[in-house]
């Protein structure tokens, strides 16, 4: 039972360029996401979050989407950079049980010089 | 910034031998967790601790497993008799009040 999907197993763009991950969840109970970068030998390391009372956070380069209807959030790095090349995990949870969050199967990203 | 850290960074061990992993969360943290990723699936929860107790355990955290935070800055994971699928990265984790999870970069277990 997939509760966190991540469609894409891979994306790659050129530097400068607009990266969109994209995510889907089937659990009506999530209702705080987050988004993760994983380097080769690292842990995760957090990224961004959102919760469910909004549908767009925003840090930086990173803004979050969630389309709450759709059970859908989405990424977008703009502009992308070659140090943006990581696996990127979507993940969600309740929000009363904020630190058990289950994990998409990632999305390996390549941003090209 | 202070930092999750896990030992060791490699683990190999014979299958029915026990195994503890460590970890030292951030300091003021006050929620600790162990994850894993067995290679090519996903990360999974497996147990999150508070309070000197466990707080809620996946499917995947039985009678084999145990966690333990013996002094006021480690956290350990111990799996008394290793199979071979227990073979995977094991991630420890910690959090503030409403802060996200910081994750330590892994012990690589390896059952042979």
């Known amino acids: 039972d997939q509760q966190v999907k991540q469609n894409s197993p891979s994306l790659s763009v050129q530097e400068g360029r607009i990266s969109i991950l994209n995510c889907d969840y089937t659990?009506?109970?999530?209702?705080?996401f987050l988004w993760y970068k994983k380097y080769p030998a690292e842990g995760p390391t957090f990224l961004i979050s959102i919760s469910s009372i909004k549908d767009k956070n925003e840090d930086g380069r990173f803004t979050v989407f969630l389309n709450k209807s759709a059970k859908h959030l989405s990424l977008h790095i703009v502009p992308s950079q070659p140090g943006d090349s990581a696996v990127y995990f979507c993940?969600?949870?309740?929000?009363?049980?904020?630190?058990?969050?289950?994990f998409g199967d990632g999305t390996t990203l390549t941003v090209k010089p | 910034e202070p930092e999750v850290t896990q030992t060791p960074s490699h683990q190999v061990t014979q299958m029915g031998q026990e195994v503890i992993l460590r970890c030292v969360p951030i300091s003021n943290h006050l929620y600790f967790y162990w994850y894993r990723q067995i290679l090519g699936q996903k990360v999974e929860f497996l147990v999150s601790?508070?309070?000197?107790?466990?707080?809620?355990k996946s499917e995947i955290f039985d009678d084999q497993f145990s966690v333990e935070r013996p002094d006021g800055s480690n956290f350990t994971l111990k799996i008394r008799s290793t199979k071979l699928e227990d073979s995977a990265m094991y991630f420890c984790?910690?959090?503030?009040?409403?802060?996200?999870?910081?994750f330590g970069n892994g012990t690589r277990l390896t059952v042979t």
């Open positions: 601790f508070y309070n000197n107790e466990i707080s809620e």
């Open positions: 993940a969600a949870s309740a929000s009363y049980n904020a630190g058990k969050s289950t």
């Open positions: 659990n009506s109970m999530f209702d705080y």
């Open positions: 984790a910690s959090r503030g009040f409403n802060s996200p999870l910081h």
